[in-house]
Structure formats: C-alpha cells, structure tokens
C-alpha cells in the first residue's frame, strides 16, 4: 500500500444513506478509477426532486449532475462514473458524492458521502520557477501539484533567531503586488507558537539586505504579522493574534514600502485586516516565498510539516 490509507466517509448520518466507493479500492496516483455511489432512500419519507452531483479529487464543482426524480421510501439507485487519480497528489484525495432533495415540497435537504485516500507526503524537493533556503540544519521540500510543503525544525522567526525553512519565487514581487498563500495544514508538533506563512524581502536568502516582512498562522495562537523596521535582518514589529484557523488564506499586499496584511477563514469571501506597516528599506523587486518554523523555544528537536496551496505572487 506503501503507506496509503483509504476511507469511507458518510456525513449526514439523519438524511438517506449515501455511501461511495471506488475500483480499484486503493488507488495510487495516476490509476484509472471506477467510483460507484450508491444512494439508499432510508428515511421515513420520500424524496421529491433528488439530484445527485459526484465530483472528482481535487475539482469544486460536480464532473456528473444527474437527475434522480422522486424516490419513495425504501428506493436504492446506483450511479458509477469513470475518473482518475490525480498523478501528483499527496493528502487527502476525495471521491465525492452529494444528493439534494425535497422534503415536502417547502424544505430541501442534502446528503454527502466520500471515498477518501490518504497519500503520504515525502520530499521530493520542488521544481523550477521555485527556489528553496533554510537558516536550520533538518529543512527539507516538497512539490504536489499546486501544493508546496516545507518540513523544518527551527527555534523562531522573531528575537533574532530566525530559523526557518522557505521556498521562494526570486523577485517576483513588484513594487505594487499582492502575494497570497491558503495555508493547509501544520502537523508533526504540539507547539503552539509553530508558525508558517508568507515572506517577502529585498533577498530572503539575505534578509539584513531589506524589505523583510512576514506574514503567519500559527499552530494555536493566530495569526502573525511580522516586520524588520530597522533592516538588520530581524523582525522586531508585531501585529495579530486571534484564533488559529487551518486552512486559512493570507494575504500580503505591497504598495512600494508599504506592506498591508490580511486573512480570511472563509476562502476568501471576506478579508480581515492585520496592519499596515511600512517598511523603508523595502526595495525594487522582492523575492517572494512560503516559510516554516517549528519554534523550538521549548520544544527541543521538533520538527514541522507546513503544507501551502495555492501560492500566488501578482500585480496590483
């Protein structure tokens, strides 16, 4: 299986049982996929003007919408659709399937079921545009996708420490831009204060160059907005807090020496605003990059998993 898990999951257990499934059962990247969904009309009413929606890994609308009408108590319909398994996927790869429905002609209802296969992440370093740099020894990289992933030790970011793990876009951010990252998940340590996020500088190998600035979520305590207001190469202004959220959007938007920060938990739909710094040694066109420390202040030997989607780097 070399280490691939593979589960089913029904979500609404009070509306009629939905279940999928998939041939072959363990797919690895790659695979052609048979996923079946089988719906069972088991509640104690019929259901008026059903439609089943079924959705391959990695898509946010329906691949097949199908029509299922009426279905009276006790009716079972089976709908199989051909798909694949991503090639280059690590995470949770989702099979799912959604029903919609009448109750009596004045309410509607839903029910959702997925075949999930866990695929494990590994470090298979990244690929060109994008660069890797680290200020710890136990720093290593991966590429999935859309997907970036940075494991790192680290004892902070903050109080002239700095010690991080980052992959970065040379001089990708313009004097008016906006950087963005969702940041999917942090794992592989109980620390609160582990963080990962954006980072700009004038040279984040050479952050005492200038322009240097981050922006993180941190494992429980929020999220962080972090700036070096001197350009010694530490961070030394601070803004943020609140409550962690994983996954998160950050935001980053540059305006000439002016950094504005923002997030959302909502996939974008509202944004909430940090603080906007200034930051005077920021320069020309910066590099622009995802960072990761485990923040072993207290922690000894930790090591973090970070893993990013989405990283984008645009004028404004």
């Not at 089988?38 to 946010?60: E, K, Q």
């Not at 296969?117 to 890797?132: D, L, Q």
């Not at 109080?159 to 942090?186: F, N």
Request: charged letters at 15%; proline letters at 5%; a negative charge.
């Amino acid at each position: 299986m070399n280490g691939l898990q593979s589960v089913s999951t029904r979500t609404d257990t009070l509306g009629p049982t939905l279940t999928v499934t998939t041939e072959p059962a363990e797919p690895t990247g790659g695979d052609a996929v048979t996923a079946t969904a089988v719906l069972v009309n088991d509640c104690p009413f019929p259901l008026r003007g059903a439609v089943l929606y079924l959705v391959d890994p990695g898509r946010t609308t329906a691949t097949r919408t199908i029509p299922l009408g009426d279905l009276r108590r006790g009716a079972k319909t089976t709908r199989s659709w051909r798909t694949s398994m991503p090639a280059d996927v690590a995470g949770d790869v989702a099979f799912t399937a959604h029903v919609l429905f009448d109750v009596d002609g004045r309410s509607a209802d839903c029910a959702r079921a997925a075949k999930t296969v866990s695929v494990p992440y590994e470090a298979n370093g990244v690929r060109e545009p994008y660069r890797t740099f680290a200020t710890t020894d136990d720093a290593q990289f991966g590429q999935y996708g859309s997907q970036l992933v940075i494991w790192a030790g680290g004892g902070d970011l903050s109080g002239g420490r700095d010690e991080k793990g980052g992959i970065l876009l040379p001089g990708s951010a313009a004097t008016a831009s906006v950087v963005q990252v969702k940041t999917v998940g942090l794992t592989g340590s109980d620390n609160p204060t582990a963080k990962y996020g954006i980072a700009v500088a004038n040279d984040l190998t050479a952050p005492e160059e200038g322009g240097y600035a981050v922006l993180t979520m941190s494992k429980s305590y929020g999220v962080e907005f972090m700036t070096d207001s001197d350009s010694d190469g530490h961070l030394d202004t601070w803004a943020g807090g609140g409550v962690s959220t994983h996954p998160a959007l950050l935001r980053l938007v540059r305006a000439g020496t002016t950094y504005t920060a923002y997030s959302s938990t909502n996939n974008g739909l509202a944004w909430n605003e940090i603080a906007s710094v200034t930051v005077p040694s920021a320069a020309g066109s910066l590099d622009a990059g995802v960072v990761a420390s485990a923040v072993n202040l207290n922690f000894p030997g930790t090591t973090v998993r970070a893993v990013f989607d989405h990283f984008s780097v645009e004028a404004s």
